[in-house]
């Protein structure tokens, strides 16, 4: 079997007109297409925490993945470290934090919360209508889902409308980490500008925190539980105080043996109390001091700003895209129709 191409080349030229006729037909087709899908705009935040641990270990570390002879990615010893912040960030429990974010549009008609924003003010392109009717008559058909008696959003209880949102902002906020230096970038893309950058502040936020909590929660239960030493130690000698000065009072011209017997071992209680305090006192501005150092810092290498221009593909590539589908559909169909003078069998 041959392929006869002059003969293909005299049917396009025959064809000419419709032939164009569906290429323009197409590439219209894809200018109706690039106007109809909703502008988006996408922010993106950069920040570079710190490492904690070995210095040098860190660096061996980083030269040696650079190299390719292993990959030490967490050479601090955290259970949580730059390289699965992205893991953490499609986690449920964060997502579920990031509904109750008070959102404003540019303009100022929408205040509400970032999961009524997604859920009840998003603009949809023209086809996919059909698609959403289909899936809100589907759900009506199927039996009413147990409601959980917590009030709020429950992380480990979502009904299917809250997992849809959840799916949606994990599709919308994205975070990346340069292996080699740590930079943590978090990107946001939401259809008004304004919401993507307040967004994108409130993620970085969000993880900062949640870094913070997680790196000084020892820290901090050794804190509290230092405090409550030192609120009853100095409570023990405060009133060990007062008991000795009441006595002190009560026997000024006494000269009893027993009578300063007891005054001198409540004096060394009393001065055994106060020592006992001082120390936990000292105890508890280590401790102090151990929450600050245990606290992550992030340095803002990008800060959220509100983008200018959309991040949509180009228009013209659509109408590119469409017209060449054009071509490709009009040629198939003619070498469909002419294919016993095109295939000429040897």
């Known amino acids: 079997m041959n392929f006869n191409v002059w003969t293909f080349v005299d049917i396009l030229k025959k064809d000419k007109r419709k032939f164009a006729m569906w290429i323009c037909g197409f590439g219209l087709f894809g200018v109706i297409v690039a106007f ?18 070995n210095s040098m270990l860190s660096s061996v570390s980083s030269l040696a993945s650079m190299v390719g002879l292993y990959n030490d990615a967490n050479p601090t010893g955290d259970a949580i470290y730059p390289e699965i912040y992205p893991d953490l960030m499609s986690s449920t429990d964060f997502l579920v934090s990031l509904f109750d974010i008070k959102v404003v549009s540019k303009d100022g008609t929408i205040s509400t919360t970032y999961y009524k924003y997604l859920k009840n ?5 023209w086809w996919s209508y059909p698609f959403i009717a289909l899936g809100k008559y589907i759900n009506s058909l199927k039996s009413s889902e147990p409601i959980s008696k917590k009030k709020g959003v429950d992380a480990f209880w979502l009904t299917r409308e809250q997992q849809g949102i959840a799916k949606l902002i994990s599709k919308n906020v994205t975070c990346s980490v340069d292996k080699m230096t740590s930079v943590i970038a978090i990107n946001v893309v939401d259809q008004d500008p304004y919401i993507s950058a307040a967004m994108a502040d409130s993620v970085k936020n969000v993880l900062q925190r949640f870094i913070t909590d997680y790196k000084t929660t020892k820290a901090r239960n050794d804190l509290k539980f230092m405090e409550k030493l030192c609120e009853e130690a100095k409570a023990k000698y405060i009133k060990t105080r007062q008991r000795y000065g ?3 009072d009560a026997n000024t011209d006494v000269v009893l043996a027993s009578v300063r017997l007891k005054q001198e071992d409540m004096e060394n209680d009393m001065q055994l109390q106060y020592n006992i305090y001082t120390q936990l006192e000292q105890q508890l501005q280590m401790a102090r001091a151990k929450v600050q150092e245990r606290t992550p810092a992030f340095t803002v290498i ?8 959309h991040c949509n593909k180009p228009k013209v590539l659509y109408l590119i895209v469409f017209m060449f589908l054009g071509f490709v559909c009009r040629t198939t169909m003619l070498a469909w129709k002419n294919k016993k003078q095109l295939f000429e069998l040897k």
């Open 302 to 309: 990008q800060a959220a700003s509100v983008p200018i221009r």
């Open 36 to 53: 109809s899908i909703p502008k988006e705009y996408s922010t993106t935040v950069t920040l570079a925490p710190e490492i904690s641990g």
């Open 121 to 125: 003010d998003q603009k949809h392109t």
């Open 246 to 248: 009441a006595l002190s």
